[in-house]
Structures are given as structure tokens and as C-alpha cells.
């Protein structure tokens, strides 16, 4: 699977941002997708995701404020980010996981920096 991520900017404090993220196959032959994000000298985190029945979940600093979406027909998984913090500042990652026969296979987009200031 490739995932191609884009959205990303520099936004003021309170402000919001939309990410996207398109994949190569059906999103519906995808188990989870979800959006990971990695400040500087910080290991990567889960944001969001969502499984292939809807199911979303979200890590507590987003709850509230975050929410991952998708667009079967676009072939896309959003991330509706609103009243950003400066502790938002990460690059974010797109992941898709699949689940088959044979093993699990994770893929990863090339990332789109967030940039919050205070």
C-alpha cells in the first residue's frame, strides 16, 4: 500500500488543520488506518485511527479535539485537527495496516509537519 499524506502547516494556537491521506488500494481492504505523529526527540505516537468497521479511537491528548475520518470513494483517511496546542507540533504520519493471510503488513506515508505556535 502506498499512502501519500498532505495538510500540513504552520497554524496559531487555537487554530485548526485538516491532513489527508490518499492510498493506493481500497481503504476498505485496509484493517486499521490511522495517523501517527513524532515530535522532535520523541518516539512516534498513535493520534488516531480507525478500523475497516468504523471503529475509532484516539489517543487522550486528542480526544476532544481530534477526529479521523474516511472517504471510501476518494480512497482517503482524514484527520480533523481543531483548537491546536504548541505540544501539537509533530510531523504526522499516515499508517495503513492489513491483516491477511500469510501476516500482518504495515505501511507508512512520508509524513506532513505540523507546526503550532503559541
Known amino acids: 500500500v502506498q499512502l501519500q499524506a498532505s495538510g500540513g502547516g504552520l497554524v496559531q494556537a487555537g487554530g485548526s488543520l485538516r491532513l489527508s491521506c490518499a492510498a493506493s488500494?481500497?481503504?476498505?481492504?485496509?484493517?486499521?488506518l490511522g495517523w501517527y505523529r513524532q515530535a522532535p526527540g520523541k518516539q512516534r505516537e498513535l493520534a488516531a485511527d480507525?478500523?475497516?468497521?468504523?471503529?475509532?479511537n484516539y489517543a487522550d491528548s486528542a480526544k476532544g479535539r481530534f477526529t479521523i475520518s474516511r472517504d471510501g470513494a476518494k480512497g482517503a483517511v482524514y484527520l480533523q485537527m481543531n483548537d491546536l496546542k504548541p505540544e501539537d507540533t509533530a510531523v504526522y504520519y499516515c499508517?495503513?495496516?492489513?491483516?491477511?493471510?500469510?501476516?500482518?503488513?504495515?505501511?507508512w506515508g512520508q509524513g506532513t509537519l505540523v507546526t503550532v505556535s503559541s
Open positions: 499508517n495503513a495496516v492489513r491483516v491477511a493471510v500469510g501476516g500482518r503488513y504495515s505501511s
Open positions: 480507525i478500523t475497516r468497521s468504523g471503529s475509532t
Open positions: 488500494v481500497s481503504i476498505f481492504t485496509i484493517t486499521v
